[in-house]
Nanobody
């Protein structure tokens, strides 16, 4: 098992940047894949970005070129750098981890990101 705690959300103007953090309760080195989903009001949860233990990344088309997922193994943390934010990026962002690639996801509590002028 793993506990995940997100931080870094907030209110930002369009075009601004935020960095989300996801701190894990155990080493992330061997976790099969981790990443971020988001859920906007009235919409289904959608994948934002994911990275495998081997370093392969995948991004939603809507965030490619603007968001970057990274990790700090020493701190057991993953990050989502979000640049050129748009109002449509407004959502609750959830960090997740799939320890063994079996489709059993552990979730963080979520952090609100609001993009508005």
């Amino acid at each position: 098992q793993v506990q995940l705690v997100e931080s870094g959300g907030g209110l930002v103007q369009p075009g601004g940047s935020l960095r989300l953090s996801c701190a894990a309760s155990r080493s992330i080195f061997s976790i099969n894949h981790m990443g971020w989903y988001r859920q906007a009001p009235g919409k289904e949860r959608e994948l934002v970005a994911t990275v495998t233990s081997g370093g392969s990344t995948n991004y939603a088309d809507s965030v490619k070129g603007r968001f970057t997922i990274s990790r700090d193994i020493a701190k057991n943390a993953r990050y989502l750098q979000m640049n050129s934010l748009k109002p449509e990026d407004t959502a609750v962002y959830y960090c997740y981890a799939d320890l063994n690639g079996l489709g059993i996801y552990y979730w963080g509590q979520g952090t609100q990101v609001t993009v508005s002028s």
